[in-house]
């Protein structure tokens, strides 16, 4: 596994050459949720800086989760494709989650490499993804590369440095440590922000909800090995932090997807259903909420799409 610093692949006029150079094409994914607050700036510098002024990227693609806020209208508004994940027909529709826009993002985008990054980013640059995009045109051998950042924990007026990445460092890195000790040197395996070749992503499955970059991580690796992977030191990155309640959530789904991957590898075995209910304790009691990470199939199983319907922001 290589390692990266963003500010590596300065100045962006030789790395622009070397993309073209390749031959390469560059898509942005980003999935949104009600993410008025940030996505206009992530789409509007990322066109300015990396289209207009450098073509790094070729296309900025929004696929949003039906967002009840203006997110929609304000990425298209910045220069971003906007598509509602519900107007991509797909196989085994319905489907919903972070997991399954990023997989539906596959039929309607080009690019060679896509970059994904989450759209909550609060201290956003462009290094979030021209520091991606580096590792594939410095190395023929890099499949899949991966940001790494320091991420304060903030809450009321304090803030807790080396705090954030809790359910990575209270479940995932546990998991990983005790059966796949060498994929638990990625500094960050749920980080939102990492992209990859088309190809070979196009060959392995997608988990549909907060699973999913565990799920690609454990799949590339088991198939192409830790070589394949670079990490990229991004530096300071401030996001939304989510409760406690909703980070036991996200959790419930990533262990579903890390049991199906640890028991198809006949590395863990499971001798009964795991259920899919998640129970959490509220202040007035308890709540129960269904949570079913859905495996969705390699897209190279699958012709083009019959139907796209851009959404008229």
């Known amino acids: 596994m290589i390692h990266y610093t963003a500010s590596s692949f300065q100045p962006l006029k030789a790395l622009a050459k070397k993309k073209q150079n390749a031959q390469f094409s560059v898509s942005v994914v980003i999935p949104t949720l009600n993410e008025a607050a940030t996505i206009g700036a992530i ?28 997110t929609a209208e304000i990425a298209k508004k910045a220069g971003a494709q906007v598509f509602l994940s519900k107007s991509i027909e797909a196989p085994c529709d319905p489907i919903c989650g972070k997991g399954a826009a990023l997989w539906k993002a596959l039929f309607v985008t080009r690019g060679d490499i896509i970059v994904c990054i989450d759209a909550d980013i609060k201290n956003f640059d462009i290094h979030f993804i021209y520091g991606l995009i580096g590792p594939f045109l410095e190395n023929s051998r890099i499949l899949f590369a991966k940001a ?3 991420r304060p924990f903030i809450i009321d007026n304090s803030i807790y440095n ?17 059966f796949v000790p060498e994929l638990a040197a990625i500094n960050q395996p749920l980080s939102g922000e ?31 090995g830790i070589e394949c992977f670079a990490q990229v030191d991004m530096g300071v990155r401030h996001h939304r932090n989510r409760p406690v309640g909703e980070l ?29 209910i998640m129970i959490s304790q509220e202040e007035l009691g308890q709540e129960h909420t269904l949570i079913k990470e859905v495996e969705l199939p390699p897209k190279a199983n699958y012709s083009p799409l019959l139907f796209v319907e851009e959404r008229n922001a």
């Open 43 to 70: 789409v509007a510098a990322t066109k300015k800086d990396l289209m207009e002024k450098t073509s790094l990227v070729d296309e900025i693609i929004v696929i949003d989760s039906n967002s009840i806020d203006a």
């Open 148 to 150: 790494f950042y320091r």
């Open 162 to 178: 080396n705090y954030g990445g809790r359910v990575t460092e209270i479940l995932v890195r546990p998991l990983l440590s005790a």
């Open 194 to 224: 990492y992209a990859f070749l088309r190809a070979p992503i196009e060959t392995v499955p997608f988990s549909s909800g907060y699973g999913v970059e565990i799920g690609l991580i454990f799949d590339l690796y088991k198939k192409y």
């Open 248 to 276: 036991g959530k996200m959790a419930f789904g990533i262990l579903q997807t890390m049991f199906r991957k640890l028991e198809r590898e006949k590395i863990l075995t499971i001798h009964i259903p795991y259920n899919d």
